[in-house]
């Protein structure tokens, strides 16, 4: 990166961090002001939260590596989501608004009782606790293989950057940097968009490059068939993916507080409604940039691997000398692969339909040709590390992430490469600072309040131990990055046990919405059960992931009803629709 | 009581559309053109 990229890059992250800790540096003196920003959020500002929060660094550096290799199908995994914001606009908003709750496992506790408030802030604390420092870690790793920064440093570095102000702020801090950090998003992945339409060949224009990306299979953005083991089809999107989204955005902290510090029930809703009307078109922003590069990529030169640090390794292993006659082979190919597409976006403005299917069909050619290539690559890559299994192998030989980074430090001029790391510095520190500033808020209120038993502790205190909370949780999630960094499979395990968790944590919600009769006995066995069950099947069968969310949830469900009819009766259930009682701060007018 | 209940919201009238019920239908009929649009665009530019 040159010296201004580096001053632009500096300038954005400073700026944003600055003006959203200056704006809010008298926030704190209540549990309102600190944990839910006043409860005073707009709507743009509730949706702008939103986005921000779900949208991680990956979001930026994956989907469009995605689109590049397996085309746009990927966004059928979205088509839930807008239903979700409708179904928790409608049942979950109003009952959380006028409960006037700080988390959404404090409803659990006026629903059913402590024990199973206690359970699901437990499970959702031991998840995000341990994933939020992997969304900083992630990136790290990416940017540390294309611009040589030490991961640990830049771990470090955010971090850091990230407590200051989400302790000094809380909740509005979050919410104001987040504002900002959505508009250097849009205009970096806007304008890294635009360049890549203008860097195109003069011959070939926007509808010829998406005539030559559908020609090849890049534009399968949906797919009514069905399959078990296909995540990404029609029907996976509007079940899994809508479970997956009434999962995050209805019972995980880091997003119910995104919508409980808006004004009212109206602005609250809003701010998911705008979510829901963003975010299909948002990712297929992002996936078209990944399949305008597919086609950047066919007249330009492209490396062997994008993901340089495998490159150099096999370079300097047994394999170097098959790995430099590979790369000649893929010149050649590419000189191939260019003179077809140019003849098929020739054939389509012409409208010739046979000069039109023979191109196809040496393009076609040149993509098997290409698939064989990488089919060796592996292969040296193998013999390059023998004794590593067949999914590290699988791991080095993927470069998707590379694809859209390497593509912005090779060819967007000097500045704009600033700007579009910033993009992705923002990107996780916007998600990265939500899920903070929910685990300081759910340890504090579901966790550390209840334990005080009716021992009053004055707002100002509780204010100050979430935040030494937050700096505890953003410390764990730094040390856990770090330690995670040396092991690959740690990752792995952390997001799949979060997956796992948030069928059990839906069920217990839905169970509180709509089922009206089961009381806390009934549902927190229901959920225990559940949970064991699905660790099991985890452990026992190959069901994706996905499922579980569905599958965990109608356990939930189904296991508390019997439970509640078959069961001896709850004492709790005398006191049901009773609010919040127990004494744990002084009374606010 | 910790937990006050909230003010009347006036949630029964949201700005820009006449219902509720109108906002939620004009989310999900953009999700409808939406999944309508890229089913036309697979099928007029894909393989």
């Known amino acids: 990166m040159s010296n201004f990229d580096w001053l632009v890059l500096a300038g954005t992250l400073i700026l944003i961090v600055g003006y959203g800790t200056w704006r809010t540096r008298k926030a704190g003196a209540s549990l309102d002001n600190y944990l839910l920003g006043g409860r005073n959020t707009r709507w743009w500002g509730v949706g702008l939260s939103i986005i921000a929060t779900q949208a991680s660094a990956i979001t930026f550096l994956s989907t469009p590596g995605q689109a590049y290799a397996d085309g746009m199908r990927f966004i059928q995994f979205y088509f839930g989501l807008p239903v979700a914001m409708v179904l928790i606009s409608i049942v979950a908003v109003p009952i959380y608004q006028r409960l006037r709750v700080y988390t959404a496992y404090e409803y659990l506790q006026t629903r059913f009782d402590g024990r199973t408030r206690t359970l699901a802030a437990g499970l959702f604390l031991l998840q995000r606790g341990l994933s939020n420092g992997l969304s900083l870690y992630a990136p790290a790793l990416v940017l540390s293989a294309v611009l040589g920064w030490s991961p640990a440093v830049t771990v470090c570095l955010l971090g850091t950057l990230i407590i200051a102000y989400t302790v000094s702020g809380g909740t509005r801090a979050v919410t104001i940097t987040q504002q900002w950090q959505v508009a250097v998003i849009f205009s970096g992945m806007a304008a890294a968009g635009y360049l890549l339409v203008r860097y195109l060949p003069p011959q070939i224009g926007f509808t010829d490059a998406l005539h030559v990306a559908g020609r090849l299979g890049k534009l399968n953005l949906v797919d009514f068939s069905f399959s078990w083991t296909d995540r990404y089809n029609f029907w996976t999107g509007m079940t899994g993916g809508l479970f997956l989204a009434l999962s995050y955005f209805g019972t995980d902290q880091s997003q119910v507080q995104r919508y409980l510090s808006g004004q009212s029930v109206t602005q609250s809703r809003l701010g998911l409604l705008m979510n829901g009307l963003v975010k299909v078109p948002m990712q297929f922003g992002i996936l078209l940039i990944g399949v305008l590069l597919f086609v950047f990529y066919l007249f330009q030169p492209a490396p062997l691997t994008f993901n340089r640090p495998v490159y150099e390794e096999v370079m300097r292993g047994p394999a170097a000398a098959e790995a430099r006659q590979l790369e000649q082979q893929h010149r050649t190919l590419q000189l191939a692969q260019q003179a077809a597409t140019t003849s098929l976006a020739a054939a389509q403005r012409a409208q010739n339909p046979v000069a039109e299917a023979a191109a196809q069909q040496r393009l076609q050619t040149t993509q098997a040709a290409r698939a064989g290539i990488q089919r060796q690559w592996l292969a040296l890559i193998k013999r390059t590390n023998p004794t590593a299994d067949d999914k590290a192998i699988e791991a080095k030989g993927k470069d998707t992430d590379y694809v859209f980074i390497s593509f912005v430090l090779k060819y967007l001029p000097r500045g704009l490469v600033g700007l579009l790391v910033a993009v992705v510095l923002s990107a996780a520190m916007s998600s990265a600072a939500g899920g903070l500033n929910s685990l300081g808020s759910t340890s504090v209120v579901d966790i550390y309040r209840p334990a005080l038993k009716g021992r009053i502790r004055s707002e100002e205190q509780l204010v100050k131990t979430s935040r030494w909370l937050t700096v505890g949780w953003g410390v764990l999630g730094i040390g856990f990055a770090l330690f995670a960094a040396r092991m690959e499979n740690l990752i792995q395990a952390v997001n799949i046990l979060g997956s796992l968790f948030y069928g059990t944590i839906l069920g217990i919600f839905a169970v509180a919405f709509f089922q009206k009769h089961v009381h806390g006995r009934a549902v927190f066995g229901a959920a225990v059960v559940t949970q064991v069950l699905t660790l099991l099947a985890f452990w026992l069968t190959d069901i994706a992931y996905l499922w579980y969310n569905i599958l965990g949830c109608f356990a939930v469900m189904g296991i508390a009803e019997v439970w509640q009819r078959t069961g001896p009766p709850d004492s709790r259930s005398e006191r049901e629709g009773e609010p919040t009682d127990y004494p744990l701060v002084e009374a606010r007018s | ?47």
């Open chain 2, 1 to 47: 009581m910790l937990h006050p209940v909230s003010p009347a919201d006036s949630d029964h009238s949201p700005p820009g559309l006449p219902s509720w019920r109108a906002w939620y239908t004009l989310v999900l009929a953009a999700l409808a053109a939406e999944i309508g649009f890229f089913v036309w665009l697979s099928r007029a530019l894909g393989a």
